[in-house]
């Protein structure tokens, strides 16, 4: 039987110079060759690669390849985000978003195909946890990214900024999601300060403190209420990493990683979590900390029972943080034409019956990684 070929997409530098060493003989310096080849210039066969040697590129044939995922749709928002659906299997999709903007062009990745948090505001809550991405299935949404991005584009706008927060808990995919963000910041790689990539959790108190001493990223987590009774509620992880355990999770985490701050995300949500006195209990427990609060308007989908707060309330709840000394900025909600905003993404491949038939035909839910 012949033995599968290593995707080599994903591999960070030390696994990629191991592997050419034991498998091909080859010199570090191949590992170096390879991956500007792969992330910089963003090729996908061997045979494009014209200053390695012939023999060696059909020897990388024999042992290697660069697989992608494939891209099922892309949609164009009317203010230019772009939304590509890549294909998991016959029913399940991701989604990558990329927002342009001036100065800066972010792309929003997911980590997971569904999620298992099940916050109750969330579009991807709804259809239950699936699996696990890869590393290449997490830097594959890069790379065709980059691709796409350069065909389509003669202004050079590219990405300079990578965050989690499409589908999925990050934080509990940990084991493909640090491989992935080293490539992220590796100069080989895509060269990303560890300013520009920003992970965003729900809370995972446990992977907070491994992160603080594995990985240097920008870490921005879900807060959305002021206390447990109501994120208990919103966000389920909570019972199990209260808010005060959760802050110190934080505030561990900029020490160790000397970050200049956490910005934590709070979702609006119409006479919910936005009364004046949430308000001040936020800024209570984030006053004088290395903390920045960004408010996210709630974007709607299908059979949610929220709805998003109104601006003048959005304003008056920043203003009220403002003034207790807590910077507050509110997120532009972008590519909601397209259900390309926070919260929207589904990754409906197929119509919503045939997933969920799907996944108890094929058995394939499996429990969430457990740290
Ligand atoms: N699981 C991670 C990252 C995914 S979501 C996390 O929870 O942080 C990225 C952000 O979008 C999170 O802050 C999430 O709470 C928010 N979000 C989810 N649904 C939303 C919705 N319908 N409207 C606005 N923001 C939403």
Same mark, same amino acid.
């Given at each position: 039987m012949?033995?599968?070929?290593?995707?080599l997409?994903?591999?960070?530098?030390? !696994?990629?110079e +191991?592997f050419?060493?034991?498998?091909l003989? *080859?010199?570090?310096?191949?590992?170096?060759?390879?991956?500007?080849?792969?992330y910089r210039?963003?090729?996908?066969?061997?045979a494009?690669?014209?200053?390695? +040697?012939?023999?060696?590129?059909?020897?990388?044939? !024999?042992?290697?390849?660069i *697989?992608?995922?494939e891209?099922?749709a892309q949609q164009?928002?009317s203010?230019?985000t772009?939304?590509?659906?890549?294909?998991?299997?016959?029913?399940?999709?991701i989604e990558t978003? %990329?927002?342009?903007?001036?100065?800066?062009?972010?792309?929003?990745?997911?980590?997971?195909?569904?999620?298992?948090?099940?916050c109750?505001?969330?579009?991807?809550?709804q259809?239950?946890?699936?699996r696990n991405?890869?590393?290449?299935?997490i830097?594959?949404?890069?790379?065709?990214?980059?691709? !796409?991005?350069?065909q389509?584009?003669?202004?050079?706008?590219?990405?300079t900024?990578?965050?989690?927060m499409?589908?999925?808990?990050?934080?509990a995919?940990?084991r493909?999601?640090?491989?992935?963000?080293r490539?992220f910041m590796d100069?080989?790689?895509y060269?990303?300060?560890?300013?520009?990539?920003?992970?965003s959790?729900?809370g995972l108190?446990?992977?907070i403190?491994k992160?603080?001493? !594995?990985?240097?990223?920008a870490?921005?987590?879900?807060?959305?209420?002021?206390?447990?009774?109501?994120r208990?509620?919103?966000?389920?992880?909570?019972r199990?990493?209260?808010?005060?355990?959760?802050?110190a999770?934080?505030?561990?985490y900029?020490?160790?990683?000397n970050?200049?701050?956490?910005?934590?995300?709070?979702?609006m949500?119409?006479?919910i979590?936005?009364?004046?006195?949430?308000?001040?209990?936020?800024a209570r427990l984030?006053?004088?900390r290395p *903390?920045k609060?960004?408010?996210i308007?709630f974007n *709607?989908? +299908?059979g949610?029972r %929220?709805?998003?707060?109104?601006?003048a309330?959005?304003v008056r709840f920043?203003?009220i943080?403002?003034e207790?000394?807590v910077?507050?900025?509110?997120r532009?909600?972008r590519g909601?034409?397209?259900?390309?905003?926070?919260g929207?993404?589904?990754?409906?491949?197929k119509?919503?019956?045939?997933?969920?038939?799907?996944a108890?035909?094929?058995?394939?839910?499996?429990?969430?990684?457990?740290?």
């Open positions: 012949i033995s599968e070929r290593v995707n997409l994903g591999l960070p530098r030390a !696994e990629l +191991a050419v060493a034991e498998r003989g *080859a010199k570090p310096f191949r590992a170096r060759q390879l991956m500007k080849w792969i210039r963003r090729a996908a066969d061997f494009a690669m014209s200053d390695l +040697a012939q023999d060696f590129r059909l020897q990388l044939e !024999e042992v290697a390849r *697989a992608v995922p891209i099922i164009i928002s203010d230019g772009r939304k590509w659906m890549l294909r998991m299997d016959e029913v399940q999709g978003v %990329y927002i342009p903007e001036p100065g800066r062009g972010t792309l929003c990745i997911s980590s997971q195909v569904g999620c298992a948090m099940d109750t505001f969330c579009a991807t809550a259809q239950g946890f699936n991405l890869s590393v290449a299935e830097v594959g949404q890069v790379w065709l990214a980059h691709r !796409e991005l350069t389509a584009r003669a202004d050079g706008r590219t990405i900024n990578i965050v989690f499409g589908m999925g808990e990050p934080l995919n940990y493909n999601v640090v491989p992935a963000m490539i100069d080989l790689g060269d990303l300060s560890r300013r520009r990539v920003t992970l959790t729900s108190v446990p992977q403190y992160l603080a001493d !594995e990985c240097n990223v870490l921005a987590v879900s807060l959305h209420a002021p206390n447990d009774a109501l208990d509620e919103l966000v389920p992880i909570n199990k990493h209260p808010i005060a355990e959760l802050l999770a934080c505030w561990h900029i020490d160790k990683q970050g200049r701050s956490v910005t934590f995300e709070y979702v949500l119409d006479g979590n936005d009364r004046p006195e949430h308000a001040r209990a936020l984030l006053r004088g *903390a609060l960004n408010l308007p *709607a989908f +299908a949610t %929220y709805r998003c707060s109104p601006t309330t959005i920043r203003d943080l403002n207790h000394g910077i507050a900025t509110i532009r909600t909601e034409d397209i259900d390309a905003a926070c929207q993404l589904a990754g409906r491949v119509d919503r019956t045939l997933v969920r038939l799907g108890k035909l094929t058995g394939s839910r499996v429990p969430a990684e457990v740290p």
